[in-house]
């Protein structure tokens, strides 16, 4: 079905788990809007969790280089390649998870389920996306390009974790924390111990906050067979997510004490470890609304540990 032949109401109606007011719901054209909501351009959370790990990566690197703060290109190169590929992966999710998501109330409404979207106009909106993120890619170094291309196995085999393991989380974390790796290999065209500390850490902080995220579909996931660890860990979900998020703060700390930064650096690292701790205490088992905030505000969790790398690393060049 085409979008332009669409009731104007299916069109209007918002996804129930982007916020209000957005971008997409209040300036986009009407034809766009299926498109952008497959992008999830509606909901940017989901590109700042896939951006931060970048930019954690490349203040780390610039730091230890004592080459001053990282240069603005590069970060923006990375937010341009984070909304592209974010847009991409969850294209192609939507695509592979088309029936399952008629299943899932919060799901229901999503451009493909509902006919706004054809999945094969999904697959070419989904390979232009690529081709974004492939031109941004290219901007690095040939080690850079290589491990971004690495990343693609996890994106490929997401889709299908939920209906054979109930740790479909972890393989979002191994293809979400990637970042955690690029913006070091950009920077010094290898790698080395402490970025593998923030792969950890953000795999972990990834899985965490998935799990979080999921509590919203937990009726809806038993009824339609879909696995999460919120499913699994039930109701020890709480105390799972402070586990994860432990290991977070844990690997992360140990890229900060094993590059010898200093006190810029730690101080984001402790404000990152008590926006996370509040997150654990303000979590209810089976509170929708309440998770959803919870798993937005990761956003300012990340940006509190990069705003301490950052500063570091301009001290360090002081």
């Given at each position: 079905m085409n979008a332009q032949t669409l009731d104007a109401r299916t069109?209007?109606?918002?996804?129930?788990?982007a916020p209000r007011g957005n971008?997409?719901?209040?300036?986009?054209?009407?034809?766009?809007?299926?498109?952008?909501?497959?992008?999830?351009?509606?909901?940017?959370?989901?590109?700042?969790?896939?951006?931060?790990?970048?930019?954690?990566?490349?203040?780390?690197?610039?730091?230890?280089?004592?080459?001053?703060?990282p240069g603005i290109a590069?970060?923006?190169?990375?937010?341009?390649?984070?909304?592209?590929?974010?847009?991409?992966?969850?294209?192609y999710n939507d695509i592979v998870d088309r029936d399952l998501d008629r299943q899932?109330?919060?799901?229901?409404?999503?451009?493909?389920?509902?006919?706004?979207?054809?999945?094969?106009?999904?697959?070419?909106?989904?390979?232009?996306?690529?081709?974004?993120?492939?031109?941004?890619?290219?901007?690095?170094?040939?080690?850079?390009?290589?491990?971004?291309?690495?990343?693609?196995?996890?994106?490929?085999?997401y889709p299908f974790m939920k209906r054979i393991t109930s740790w479909p989380q972890a393989v979002l974390g191994l293809a979400f924390a990637w970042g955690g790796l690029?913006?070091?290999?950009?920077?010094?065209?290898?790698?080395?111990?402490?970025?593998v500390f923030l792969y950890v850490a953000a795999i972990a902080w990834t899985m965490g906050y998935d799990t979080v995220y999921a509590i919203q579909d937990l009726e809806d996931d038993v009824l339609a067979g879909i696995r999460s660890t919120a499913r699994m860990f039930g109701a020890h979900a709480r105390e799972a997510?402070?586990?994860?998020?432990?290991?977070?703060?844990?690997?992360?700390?140990?890229?900060?004490?094993?590059?010898?930064?200093?006190?810029?650096?730690?101080?984001?690292?402790?404000?990152?470890?008590?926006?996370?701790l509040w997150q654990v205490r303000t979590l209810r088992k089976a509170d929708g609304a309440v998770a959803l905030r919870l798993f937005r505000s990761n956003r300012d969790a990340g940006l509190l540990f990069f705003a301490g790398l950052v500063l570091e690393a301009v001290l360090r060049t002081a």
């Open positions: 069109l209007d109606a918002p996804v129930p788990d971008i997409v719901d209040t300036y986009a054209p009407p034809s766009w809007r299926p498109y952008l909501r497959l992008a999830r351009i509606d909901r940017p959370i989901g590109w700042w969790l896939l951006l931060l790990p970048c930019w954690w990566s490349a203040a780390l690197a610039s730091a230890v280089d004592r080459s001053g703060p590069d970060l923006a190169l990375f937010w341009i390649g984070a909304v592209a590929m974010r847009g991409a992966g969850s294209t899932v109330e919060r799901t229901r409404g999503r451009p493909i389920p509902s006919g706004q979207v054809s999945a094969r106009q999904a697959a070419v909106f989904l390979a232009a996306q690529c081709l974004v993120g492939l031109a941004v890619l290219l901007c690095f170094n040939g080690f850079a390009i290589v491990a971004g291309f690495a990343s693609l196995g996890f994106v490929a085999i690029m913006g070091w290999a950009a920077h010094f065209g290898s790698l080395a111990w402490p970025p997510v402070g586990a994860l998020y432990l290991i977070a703060i844990v690997a992360a700390g140990a890229a900060v004490i094993g590059t010898h930064l200093g006190p810029m650096a730690h101080l984001g690292l402790l404000a990152f470890a008590a926006h996370l």
